[in-house]
T-cell receptor, first 112, second 115 residues
């Protein structure tokens, strides 16, 4: 079955460390997205990519970086510059504008 | 200004009854899309229903329907015949413009279905 795989499900990071969250899709979707969700909040867009080797900043890109070397993969790096990285991170992909995005099951990142 | 407003942080509904979750939006773009997502406790976001700004009829998908009132800028989700599995967070979201890939989300409504 096609879908989006995010790993790991839970991730703990020490302050000052960079960590990379994995997102892989086998849906052949062009567009991929990273969102951040804080408790009791909706989703906020971090980065998105419409095609391979191209990506754009979303609303809260500071302290994050991404790459899109393959269509299937869109990893997110949370850098030490991100002041408050503890959150739930969701990856999504989209076949076209009028369809709902397909989301992964998320990664819960905690800074210890 | 809030683009998407969900004024009900939490709601209860009795099993088998219908429930309406409110969503109002704000945009000056004549072309936009409205989405509803369900987020169970497992965390994934599940797409439920879509309404385009030019669609003449209200969208329906099984037990879900969208009460689209364009002049009032509201896009309420109606769930008929509630089931225990409907207990979850529900998010309203909007895409502005024809070519935008960005979705703006509301803060969500937590629905609890009582047996």
């Amino acid at each position: 079955d096609g879908g989006i795989t995010q790993s790991p499900k839970y991730l703990f990071r020490k302050e000052g460390q960079n960590v990379t969250l994995s997102c892989e899709q086998n849906l052949n979707h062009d567009a991929m997205y990273w969102y951040r969700q804080d408790p009791g909040q909706g989703l906020r867009l971090i980065y998105y990519s419409q095609i391979v080797n191209d990506f754009q900043k979303g609303d809260i890109a500071e302290g994050y970086s991404v790459s899109r070397e393959k269509k299937e993969s869109f990893p997110l790096t949370v850098t030490s510059a991100q002041k408050n990285p503890t959150a739930f991170y969701l990856c999504a992909s989209l076949p076209d504008h009028n369809k709902g995005k397909t989301f992964g099951s998320g990664t819960r990142l905690t800074v210890v | 200004a809030q683009k998407i407003t969900q004024t009900q942080p939490g709601m209860f509904v009795q099993e088998k009854e219908a429930v309406t979750l409110d969503c109002t939006y704000d945009t000056s773009d004549p072309s936009y899309g409205l989405f509803w997502y369900k987020q169970p406790s497992s965390g994934e976001m599940i797409f439920l229903i879509y309404q385009g700004s030019y669609d003449q009829q209200n969208a329906t998908e099984g037990r879900y329907s969208l009460n689209f009132q364009k002049a009032r800028k509201s896009a309420n989700l109606v769930i008929s015949a509630s089931q225990l599995g409907d207990s979850a967070m529900y998010f309203c979201a909007m895409r502005e413009g024809d070519s935008s890939y960005k979705l703006i989300f509301g803060s969500g409504t937590r629905l609890l279905v009582r047996p």
